[in-house]
Protein backbone atom coordinates (compact mmCIF):
# COMPACT_ATOMS: atom_id res chain seq x y z
CA UNK A 1 0.00 0.00 0.00
CA UNK A 2 3.04 2.20 0.52
CA UNK A 3 2.81 2.89 -3.39
CA UNK A 4 -0.90 4.39 -2.96
CA UNK A 5 -0.16 7.11 -0.96
CA UNK A 6 4.21 7.89 -1.60
CA UNK A 7 4.08 11.09 -3.80
CA UNK A 8 6.95 13.22 -4.61
CA UNK A 9 5.38 16.30 -2.80
CA UNK A 10 6.18 18.81 -5.91
CA UNK A 11 4.21 21.54 -7.25
CA UNK A 12 3.99 19.34 -10.53
CA UNK A 13 1.77 17.14 -9.01
CA UNK A 14 -0.14 20.20 -6.87
CA UNK A 15 -0.63 21.44 -10.27
CA UNK A 16 -1.51 18.82 -12.12
CA UNK A 17 -4.13 17.42 -9.89
CA UNK A 18 -5.78 20.75 -8.96
CA UNK A 19 -5.75 21.12 -13.03
CA UNK A 20 -7.29 17.91 -13.90
CA UNK A 21 -9.90 17.76 -10.79
CA UNK A 22 -11.00 21.08 -11.15
CA UNK A 23 -11.46 20.82 -15.29
CA UNK A 24 -12.90 17.15 -15.09
CA UNK A 25 -15.66 18.19 -11.87
CA UNK A 26 -17.61 20.13 -13.72
CA UNK A 27 -18.60 17.03 -16.31
CA UNK A 28 -18.91 15.17 -13.09
CA UNK A 29 -21.33 17.47 -11.59
CA UNK A 30 -23.34 17.45 -15.32
CA UNK A 31 -23.39 13.52 -14.49
CA UNK A 32 -24.49 13.40 -11.30
CA UNK A 33 -26.45 16.64 -10.31
CA UNK A 34 -27.75 17.85 -14.31
CA UNK A 35 -25.42 20.56 -13.41
CA UNK A 36 -23.69 23.42 -16.10
CA UNK A 37 -26.28 22.36 -18.55
CA UNK A 38 -26.00 18.34 -17.76
CA UNK A 39 -29.40 16.15 -17.71
CA UNK A 40 -28.27 14.30 -14.35
CA UNK A 41 -27.88 10.97 -13.27
CA UNK A 42 -30.77 8.72 -14.62
CA UNK A 43 -30.44 10.38 -18.07
CA UNK A 44 -26.61 10.15 -18.25
CA UNK A 45 -27.20 6.53 -17.74
CA UNK A 46 -29.96 5.59 -19.50
CA UNK A 47 -28.07 7.73 -22.53
CA UNK A 48 -25.03 6.06 -22.03
CA UNK A 49 -26.34 2.75 -21.32
CA UNK A 50 -29.09 2.61 -24.30
CA UNK A 51 -27.50 4.98 -26.89
CA UNK A 52 -23.22 3.94 -26.37
CA UNK A 53 -24.58 0.81 -25.23
CA UNK A 54 -22.52 0.80 -22.51
CA UNK A 55 -22.37 -1.64 -19.84
CA UNK A 56 -24.57 -0.18 -16.09
CA UNK A 57 -21.33 -0.92 -14.27
CA UNK A 58 -19.35 1.03 -16.66
CA UNK A 59 -21.47 3.84 -16.88
CA UNK A 60 -21.91 4.22 -13.37
CA UNK A 61 -18.02 3.82 -12.65
CA UNK A 62 -17.21 6.81 -15.67
CA UNK A 63 -19.73 8.79 -13.66
CA UNK A 64 -18.22 7.82 -10.74
CA UNK A 65 -14.43 8.69 -11.69
CA UNK A 66 -15.56 12.03 -13.19
CA UNK A 67 -17.59 13.10 -10.05
CA UNK A 68 -15.55 11.72 -7.02
CA UNK A 69 -12.80 11.01 -9.06
CA UNK A 70 -12.67 15.07 -9.41
CA UNK A 71 -12.89 15.26 -5.66
CA UNK A 72 -10.43 12.96 -4.83
CA UNK A 73 -8.01 14.54 -7.23
CA UNK A 74 -8.26 18.55 -5.67
CA UNK A 75 -8.01 17.25 -1.95
CA UNK A 76 -5.33 14.83 -3.23
CA UNK A 77 -6.76 11.79 -1.81
CA UNK A 78 -6.20 8.32 -3.25
CA UNK A 79 -4.99 10.11 -6.35
CA UNK A 80 -3.59 7.65 -8.31
CA UNK A 81 -6.77 5.69 -7.98
CA UNK A 82 -8.72 8.73 -9.49
CA UNK A 83 -6.08 9.63 -11.96
CA UNK A 84 -6.40 6.11 -13.19
CA UNK A 85 -9.98 6.36 -13.56
CA UNK A 86 -10.18 9.36 -15.28
CA UNK A 87 -7.45 8.34 -17.53
CA UNK A 88 -9.28 5.29 -18.84
CA UNK A 89 -12.61 7.36 -18.71
CA UNK A 90 -11.19 9.68 -20.93
CA UNK A 91 -9.48 6.98 -23.35
CA UNK A 92 -12.89 5.20 -23.34
CA UNK A 93 -14.93 8.55 -24.52
CA UNK A 94 -12.25 9.33 -27.21
CA UNK A 95 -12.22 5.80 -29.07
CA UNK A 96 -15.90 5.46 -28.54
CA UNK A 97 -17.18 9.19 -29.68
CA UNK A 98 -14.96 11.67 -30.25
CA UNK A 99 -12.25 10.07 -32.81
CA UNK A 100 -14.49 10.31 -35.48
CA UNK A 101 -14.32 13.66 -35.47
CA UNK A 102 -10.89 14.38 -35.77
CA UNK A 103 -7.79 15.79 -34.16
CA UNK A 104 -9.15 19.41 -33.14
CA UNK A 105 -12.29 20.68 -30.84
CA UNK A 106 -14.76 22.33 -32.64
CA UNK A 107 -13.90 25.72 -31.68
CA UNK A 108 -15.26 27.19 -35.20
CA UNK A 109 -18.83 24.99 -35.10
CA UNK A 110 -17.35 23.56 -38.84
CA UNK A 111 -17.27 19.93 -38.15
CA UNK A 112 -19.93 17.01 -36.72
CA UNK A 113 -18.48 17.48 -32.91
CA UNK A 114 -16.06 17.27 -30.16
CA UNK A 115 -12.76 15.99 -31.57
CA UNK A 116 -10.30 14.17 -28.98
CA UNK A 117 -7.27 16.99 -28.56
CA UNK A 118 -8.94 17.53 -24.87
CA UNK A 119 -8.42 13.60 -24.14
CA UNK A 120 -5.16 13.81 -25.10
CA UNK A 121 -3.75 16.33 -23.12
CA UNK A 122 -6.16 14.66 -19.73
CA UNK A 123 -4.83 11.15 -20.23
CA UNK A 124 -1.49 12.93 -20.03
CA UNK A 125 -2.35 14.22 -17.33
CA UNK A 126 -3.68 11.46 -15.65
CA UNK A 127 -0.99 9.37 -16.06
CA UNK A 128 1.73 11.80 -15.01
CA UNK A 129 -0.10 11.73 -12.00
CA UNK A 130 -0.05 8.26 -11.42
CA UNK A 131 3.60 8.08 -11.96
CA UNK A 132 4.59 10.96 -9.47
CA UNK A 133 1.65 11.00 -7.18
CA UNK A 134 -0.32 13.84 -5.85
CA UNK A 135 2.16 16.16 -5.11
CA UNK A 136 2.11 19.34 -1.92
CA UNK A 137 -0.89 19.37 0.06
CA UNK A 138 -2.63 16.48 -0.51
CA UNK A 139 -3.93 13.61 1.61
CA UNK A 140 -1.97 11.22 0.35
CA UNK A 141 1.41 12.88 1.38
CA UNK A 142 0.29 13.18 4.93
CA UNK A 143 -0.80 9.69 4.68
CA UNK A 144 2.63 8.67 3.15
CA UNK A 145 4.81 11.00 6.01
CA UNK A 146 2.40 9.47 9.01
CA UNK A 147 3.18 5.99 7.71
CA UNK A 148 6.93 6.47 7.03
CA UNK A 149 6.86 8.40 11.09
CA UNK A 150 4.95 4.89 12.16
CA UNK A 151 7.98 2.89 10.44
CA UNK A 152 10.64 4.77 12.67
Sequence with gaps: MKWLFNTDKSWAG?????ALGIV???HGLQKVFGWFGGFGFSTTMSYMTGYEHI???????AILA??????ALIVGGLSRIAAFGIGIEMIVAAWMVHLKNGFFMNWSGHQAGEGFEFHVLMVAMAITIMMIGAGKWSID????????????
Design 14 to 18: LILRL
Design 24 to 26: MLP
Design 55 to 61: PAVFAFL
Design 66 to 71: ESLGSV
Design 141 to 152: GAIASDQKAKRS
